[in-house]
């Protein structure tokens, strides 16, 4: 089975990309075509891509979807997407933008809404993006429709897309995965917490994160990811008694840091999955979660959670947890075992290479 991808290297979709893409080779023998748009890739992710065996890249810094002035850029990247389907002679586009569900070519295309403008300005409110809300609702409608199958990541956002696009087209769910082997507790610093993200993006709600710890608190907060986004999107978090920000880090850096880190603070308003928080979880720590649906679907009783939004609720359940390393402990190991329950890499895999099959039939 061959296999075109396309990814984005900006957000958490790249190390889902890394985790489907590993497994579907090593294990099923797939050959992947893996088109990466968005950021050029840096050094760190060009190395990831090397060790991967039975995947062809091709790096561009096309636009993605929900940029600004994205259209000459679709256009372009979609020309060369189709070039390579034909080229290439692939089996099923896996698409993981919603522009390439509606190409003029006769192979099947899987769709994969990983998260859309819509249901972000809803969960996020505030003013929208300098995107233009009715082209790309159009472009999101179009790639729905012309896909031969839909994926989400979660319940909550197979619900957001049947609201906000209403596709006929089949939608499944298959909760992203991560390979556990990646991940282990190391030796727990007490009164620690972690945040690891887009922090410039509203979804990520760090502004209630540096609310709860605008003043010196009993917890040190180290944030890790970028304060500046593509369209010149700033958070304004400073260094003070209570938070670090260590800016991008090497992947290999912030596995240290879940393995170091007794408390992960998943704070987003708007995650259709959240891979930062799985990423902590396969690692031992305590999750604490905004109260909100999606984190309640994932994690269950398996989490911690805070009152919706709210920073003083925040602050006091963080400083209990840091005054209880025990508990937080006994917490990360309910966290380590959820994730290890449902959120693997291989059945992650399992679940596309039946959902290809289903699809390709008699093809391959």
Same mark, same amino acid.
């Given at each position: 089975?061959?296999?075109?991808?396309?990814?984005?290297?900006?957000?958490?979709?790249?190390?889902?990309?890394?985790?489907?893409?590993?497994?579907?080779?090593?294990?099923?023998?797939?050959?992947?075509?893996?088109?990466?748009?968005?950021? $050029?890739?840096?050094?760190? #992710?060009?190395?990831?891509?090397?060790?991967?065996?039975?995947?062809?890249?091709?790096?561009?810094?096309?636009?993605?979807?929900?940029?600004?002035?994205?259209?000459?850029?679709?256009?372009?990247?979609? #020309?060369?997407?189709?070039?390579?389907?034909?080229?290439?002679?692939?089996?099923?586009?896996?698409?993981?933008?919603?522009?390439?569900?509606?190409?003029?070519?006769?192979?099947?295309?899987?769709?994969?809404?990983?998260?859309?403008?819509?249901?972000?300005?809803?969960?996020?409110?505030?003013?929208?993006?300098?995107?233009?809300?009715?082209?790309?609702?159009?472009?999101?409608?179009?790639?729905?429709?012309?896909?031969?199958?839909?994926?989400?990541?979660?319940?909550?956002?197979?619900?957001?897309?049947? $609201?906000?696009?209403?596709?006929?087209?089949?939608?499944?769910?298959?909760?992203?995965?991560?390979?556990?082997?990646?991940?282990?507790?190391?030796?727990?610093?007490?009164?620690?917490?972690?945040?690891?993200?887009?922090?410039?993006?509203?979804?990520?709600?760090?502004?209630v994160v540096l609310e709860a710890l605008n003043e010196k608190a009993d917890v040190q907060l180290t944030a890790v990811g970028p304060a500046v986004g593509p369209g010149g999107e700033r958070l304004d978090i400073?260094?003070?008694?209570?938070?670090?920000?260590?800016?991008?880090?090497?992947?290999?850096?912030?596995?240290?840091?879940?393995?170091?880190?007794?408390?992960?603070?998943?704070?987003?308003?708007? $995650?259709?999955?959240?891979?930062?928080?799985?990423?902590?979880?396969?690692?031992?720590?305590?999750?604490?979660?905004?109260?909100?649906?999606?984190?309640?679907?994932?994690?269950?009783?398996?989490?911690?959670?805070?009152?919706?939004?709210?920073?003083?609720?925040?602050?006091?359940?963080?400083?209990?947890?840091?005054?209880?390393?025990?508990?937080?402990?006994?917490?990360?190991?309910?966290?380590?075992?959820?994730?290890?329950?449902?959120?693997?890499?291989?059945?992650?895999?399992?679940?596309?290479?039946?959902?290809? #099959?289903?699809?390709?039939?008699?093809?391959?």
């Amino acid at each position: 089975m061959h296999i075109l991808m396309t990814t984005d290297t900006i957000g958490g979709v790249w190390n889902y990309t890394l985790s489907l893409v590993r497994t579907l080779t090593d294990v099923y023998g797939v050959r992947i075509t893996l088109v990466t748009l968005g950021n $050029e890739p840096h050094a760190d #992710q060009i190395a990831a891509l090397h060790r991967l065996s039975k995947v062809d890249f091709i790096p561009t810094t096309f636009k993605l979807e929900w940029m600004a002035n994205p259209t000459e850029h679709l256009e372009h990247s979609a #020309q060369l997407v189709m070039a390579l389907a034909r080229w290439r002679r692939v089996d099923l586009i896996h698409s993981n933008q919603f522009a390439y569900g509606n190409l003029e070519l006769d192979i099947p295309r899987v769709v994969v809404a990983h998260s859309d403008l819509l249901s972000w300005l809803h969960w996020c409110g505030g003013e929208p993006p300098e995107t233009d809300i009715e082209p790309y609702k159009r472009l999101v409608v179009d790639g729905l429709q012309g896909a031969s199958a839909i994926v989400c990541p979660s319940n909550f956002m197979k619900n957001n897309i049947s $609201e906000y696009y209403h596709p006929s087209t089949p939608i499944h769910v298959i909760y992203n995965g991560l390979p556990a082997s990646d991940f282990a507790p190391g030796i727990k610093k007490p009164g620690t917490a972690l945040m690891v993200g887009r922090l410039w993006d509203r979804a990520k709600n760090a502004r209630v994160v540096l609310e709860a710890l605008n003043e010196k608190a009993d917890v040190q907060l180290t944030a890790v990811g970028p304060a500046v986004g593509p369209g010149g999107e700033r958070l304004d978090i400073h260094n003070h008694g209570s938070i670090t920000h260590l800016g991008e880090l090497p992947y290999p850096r912030v596995i240290e840091l879940y393995a170091q880190t007794s408390i992960y603070v998943a704070a987003s308003m708007y $995650e259709p999955f959240g891979l930062a928080a799985l990423e902590a979880a396969f690692s031992g720590c305590a999750i604490l979660a905004n109260d909100v649906p999606f984190h309640r679907e994932i994690w269950d009783d398996d989490a911690i959670y805070f009152e919706r939004n709210c920073s003083e609720d925040l602050r006091a359940k963080l400083e209990t947890l840091a005054h209880q390393p025990d508990v937080a402990a006994e917490w990360g190991k309910r966290a380590r075992q959820h994730a290890l329950a449902n959120y693997t890499a291989r059945r992650m895999a399992e679940e596309y290479h039946s959902l290809y #099959q289903s699809i390709l039939g008699v093809r391959v």
